[in-house]
């Protein structure tokens, strides 16, 4: 197909989905590696046609975040009619950049974001809903807001885990079960005096979860065998590594 036969086909979509419905999305694949320029000539082809959501996916997880933001932004002063439709993002977390390239297309002028609980989804998953939302309610100077619900986020990423058999990592932001655990000795005192030390959530108001206070005991034993002239001598070794400190204790053993 010709660049001009994929918008005629485009535009075909669209109005046959008009036909039937009000609110018709177009979903550009891979839009996070098509060339800004003719990206646009497709966006604004389709909301003439009746678009009323373009959705710009990062479908393989490419794009950095400053990319896709000037991705966003570049629609936005380009195309023709974009008041007139909304902006969604799409991003896969195939590098790990689901949640930064969602985060850019917001501030760039998208208004709609793709999400999953957990970030599950193809491959490397998704953007994740529990990270978008967190972020913008912690950013109040972006002047972005969501009507989500944040303190069924906990209790609903469980949910998901259960019946999808699919366990969440315990260092996974907002909803991991380390999320809010302290196991360093100075993060440990910092937040007893003060939560607000190592902790930028509200984990009661926000979020219902607890944080944790955790003692990580890693006990390990050497023997080291020194054998002398007249005796031999047995050193033992223990390393306890409790709340974040290191002790080393030696027992000789003549």
């Known amino acids: ?29 891979d839009a996070g590696r098509t060339d800004n320029e003719y990206l646009a000539r497709v966006v604004e082809a389709v909301i003439k046609a009746g678009a009323t959501v373009v959705n710009i996916p990062d479908t393989t997880g490419y794009c950095l975040p400053e990319e896709y933001g000037a991705k966003i932004k570049y629609l936005v002063d380009h195309v023709d009619g974009i008041d007139k ?40 998953g998704n953007t994740s809903l529990e990270e978008v939302a967190m972020i913008v309610k912690c950013h109040n100077d972006i002047n972005i807001q969501t009507n989500i619900n944040t303190q069924k986020i906990y209790p609903t990423s469980r949910m998901v885990s ?51 206070i955790i003692q990580y005991k890693i006990l390990v034993q050497r023997t080291i065998r020194i054998v002398a002239p007249v005796t031999e001598q047995i050193i033992t070794k223990e390393f306890l590594f409790t709340s974040g400190c290191f002790q080393e204790t030696c027992r000789n053993n003549l």
């Open 162 to 212: 259960s019946l999808m058999n699919m366990p969440v990592q315990p260092n996974k932001a907002i909803v991991g079960r380390n999320a809010f655990a302290h196991s360093s000795g100075i993060h440990q005192d910092g937040v007893l005096k003060n939560v607000q030390t190592y902790e930028i959530l509200s984990r009661y108001k926000d979020l219902s979860t607890i944080s944790r």
């Open 1 to 29: 197909s010709t660049r001009e036969e994929i918008i005629e086909r485009a535009v075909a979509a669209v109005k046959y989905a008009r036909r039937y419905v009000d609110d018709v999305e177009f979903y550009a694949e």
């Open 85 to 124: 439709a909304i902006i969604s993002t799409h991003c896969h977390n195939d590098l790990g950049m689901a949640t930064a390239n969602t985060i850019s297309g917001v501030l760039n002028g998208a208004r709609q974001v793709e999400v999953t609980i957990n970030g599950i989804g193809e491959r490397a």
